[in-house]
């Protein structure tokens, strides 16, 4: 049993905090949220995540999990501290916002009284390792020793329970080997592969692994865009090229792009990085021009259907950026919901449990209870998140609901001829044959027209 302190207690912390106190530690997590910390105690949860309610509730009950406002109170006896705060997007020139890591760094200096490991698992600009020691000797008020370890985290949002229970790898870095090997003893228990390196290629493992996903993102985007030219249908074109073992199945979806709140961030974090140190990282930004090109391409779709949108209803279905989570940060649907306002066009949306969230960042939406609401009277139905609730749908019930059956299937959800068999007009994305295929049953890709 170890005396672990998580600070910050939303996805990575809390689910961090969780599973080490399931794995039999004492945890202690912080947050200066103190309305966060009054709901954990009342095991109310400040995110949605399949699964950890139950294990926050089973270990706070077994008296291994505590939460605090307090650093004081919170760092007592702790042998570890491991530092889960936020580091967005500066705002600025797409930097990361190192001011949530700076506080915690020194408020952990503030409060030491015992040799600790400062363990960093938020994901940080490379050298921030070098930046928190240098906080940590600035601010601590007793000559204790200490050592600062990198341990990103490769959590997804929507699964982020059974991805801290079962990593691919856990990834250390640090200076002192001897410590990062004291971390790793934590990790021991799950069995998965463990790396250790220097502080500076840990920060780097996490940014090269996020932005090669989203560049995988982004490359099958680009082939969609490329397939809907030429006829072909993309979801085939990514089976066909993931059934291969050099290339494999995951992240070739082709959609409306990634989102979320950390893909933009950290390809964005990376590109910066590279350019204050000289080096113009061409691919990256390629990455994400493509991905804001797939906002857009509903725009299009819909205006090829509709015409002006001004006075036009369309109907959102699903606002998290992907589904089992309510996280809404850098959302697809946030993109589009902007860019049909400005068009002139009313939304109306209905999300399984994002439209809290989606409320305070957006003005003029009407939220409905389900999906069959957000279809009423509209011009365009838009899938825009793969809920799993979206697949069984009545669709003659949601196509009665509509003014024009028009369904735009931004994440080929749905069967192209099912859904031509039952009166709509169907845009997926790149589907070949069955890009566009209107409810008079004419096939049109563009550039060309084919009739059916
Ligand atoms: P978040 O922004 O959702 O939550 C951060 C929490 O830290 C908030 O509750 C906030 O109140 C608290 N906080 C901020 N400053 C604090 C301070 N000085 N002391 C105590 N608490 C403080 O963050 P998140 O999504 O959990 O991500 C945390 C880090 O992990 C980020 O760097 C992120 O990039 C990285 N990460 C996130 C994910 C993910 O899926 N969300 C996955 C892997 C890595």
Redesign the pocket.
């Known amino acids: 049993m170890k005396r672990i302190t998580v600070?910050?207690?939303?996805?990575?912390?809390l689910t961090t905090g969780s599973v080490f106190a399931d794995l039999g530690n004492q945890v202690t997590c912080?947050?200066?949220?103190a309305r966060?910390i009054a709901d954990l105690r009342q095991n109310i949860l400040?995110?949605y995540e399949p699964g950890l309610h139950e294990v926050v509730v089973r270990n706070t009950a077994a008296g291994r999990l505590h939460f605090s406002t307090s650093y004081q109170e919170g760092l007592r006896e702790a042998e570890f501290v491991f530092i889960?705060?936020?580091?967005?997007d500066d705002g600025k020139d797409g930097g990361a916002d190192l001011s949530?890591v700076c506080?915690?760094a020194k408020?952990i200096a503030e409060g030491l009284h015992q040799p600790v490991v400062v363990v960093n698992?938020?994901?940080?600009p490379i050298g921030t390792g070098d930046l928190v020691t240098n906080i940590i000797n600035e601010h601590r008020r007793h000559d204790v020793p200490f050592s600062v370890v990198s341990n990103?985290?490769?959590?997804?949002?929507g699964s982020?329970l059974k991805d801290c229970m079962q990593p691919d790898r856990v990834v250390l870095g640090a200076a002192d080997r001897a410590a990062a090997e004291t971390v790793a003893e934590l990790y021991r228990g799950l069995g998965a592969p463990i790396i250790i390196t220097d502080l500076r290629t840990a920060e780097m493992i996490k940014y090269a692994s996020n932005a090669f996903l989203a560049t995988r993102i982004s490359f099958i985007n680009e082939i969609a865009a490329i397939c809907e030219r030429l006829g072909a249908d993309v979801t085939e074109v990514a089976r066909g090229m993931g059934c291969d073992v050099r290339i494999g199945p995951y992240f070739l979806d082709a959609g409306l792009g990634f989102g979320?709140?950390?893909f933009p961030?950290?390809v964005k974090a990376l590109m910066h990085m590279a350019k204050d140190a000289g080096q113009h990282p061409q691919l990256l930004q390629a990455v994400m021009d493509i991905n804001a090109d797939r906002r857009r391409w509903v725009v299009e779709r819909l205006q090829e259907h509709l015409g002006e949108l001004r006075g036009k209803r369309i109907g959102l279905l699903g606002l998290a950026f992907k589904p089992n989570t309510d996280?809404i940060r850098e959302a697809p649907s946030l993109a589009l919901i902007a860019l049909l306002q400005a068009a002139g066009a009313q939304v109306a949306a209905y999300d399984p449990v994002a439209m809290d969230n989606a409320g305070e960042e957006t003005t003029e939406v009407e939220f409905c209870a389900d999906a069959y609401g957000a279809a009423t009277g509209a011009d365009a139905v838009v899938l825009v998140t793969a809920w799993n609730e979206f697949r069984q749908l009545d669709l003659a019930q949601l196509r009665d609901q509509m003014r024009r059956p028009l369904l735009i299937d931004g994440r080929n959800l749905y069967d192209p001829a099912e859904v031509l068999q039952l009166g709509f007009t169907y845009v997926g994305v790149s589907r070949g044959a069955a890009a566009e295929i209107n409810s008079d049953s004419e096939v049109t890709i563009p550039g060309q027209a084919v009739g059916r």
């Open positions: 600070i910050g207690t939303r996805y990575v912390g912080i947050d200066i949220d966060t400040p995110i889960a705060v936020g580091t967005p949530q506080a915690a408020s698992k938020s994901t940080v990103p985290e490769f959590l997804r949002e982020a979320g709140s950390c961030k950290d996280d």
